[in-house]
């Protein structure tokens, strides 16, 4: 069966310190990979998605950034934090076009 | 530019009624439209998928319509229970690709024994 791990749970960052979130996907490949930020109360906001290793779509223009080295691994990143980043970060995966999202357990990142 | 609507406000409900929750959305023409339910600290979880040739799905307690002229999604959980209370989100794909999805801020639902 297929899973996706998400580290770490709970991170407390500076501002203007750096950021590194990883997403791994098990028992799949070739999935569309996502990323999504929900503010404390709201929905969830589509950061960036990927449909191949290396193909990345920039949803929000901001300080953040992502990477899909290999199939199943996708990666968030920032060079200098924003007290505006804090939030909870999500990853998910999908079969394909026109399926569900799986998302992963998420990342509740406070920059302080 | 897409938006999607859901009630703001919690809804309270007591044990075993029918709980309906609504989706509006504007500006586009979905090929599909799904539910969540996101538990408090939790990632959402998939519960079902329409697409816009069906009025109607079911899945247990759940029943999703779709009125692509109303622009509008009905989310039903019969037979409520306590253990139903969580927050539910609806999503449609705002592209032609198929893999841009964008989420409404769903609604909080209570159900009381």
């Known amino acids: 069966s297929q899973t996706i791990h998400q580290w770490p749970a709970t991170l407390v960052q500076p501002v203007g310190s750096p950021l590194s979130l990883e997403c791994t996907v098990e028992?799949?490949?070739?999935?569309?990979l996502y990323w999504y930020r929900q503010a404390a109360g709201r929905g969830l906001q589509l950061l960036f998605y990927?449909?191949?290793?290396?193909?990345i779509s920039s949803e929000v223009p901001q300080n953040l950034s992502a990477s899909r080295p290999q199939d199943r691994q996708f990666i968030l990143s920032s060079k200098k934090l924003l007290l505006s980043d804090s939030g909870f970060y999500l990853c998910?995966?999908?079969?394909?076009?026109?399926?569900?999202?799986?998302f992963g357990p998420g990342t509740r990142l406070t920059v302080l | 530019s897409q938006k999607i609507e859901q009630n703001s406000e919690a809804l309270n409900i007591q044990e075993g009624k029918t709980a309906t929750l609504t989706c509006n959305y504007t500006?586009?023409?979905?090929?599909?439209l799904q539910w969540y339910r996101q538990d408090p600290g939790r990632g959402p979880v998939f519960l079902l998928l329409?697409?816009?040739?069906?009025k109607e799905k079911r899945k247990e307690r759940l029943k999703v319509t779709f009125d692509t002229t109303l622009k509008q999604s009905l989310f039903h959980i019969t037979a409520s229970q306590p253990a139903d209370s969580a927050t539910y989100l609806c999503?449609?794909?705002?592209?032609?690709?198929?893999?841009?999805?964008?989420f409404g801020a769903g609604t909080r639902l209570f159900v009381k024994a």
């Open positions: 998910a995966w999908s079969p394909g076009r026109i399926n569900e999202q799986f």
């Open positions: 028992g799949t490949s070739n999935p569309n």
């Open positions: 990927s449909v191949g290793i290396g193909q």
């Open positions: 500006n586009y023409s979905p090929a599909y």
């Open positions: 329409i697409r816009e040739n069906e």
């Open positions: 999503a449609l794909d705002v592209d032609t690709g198929g893999f841009k999805t964008i």
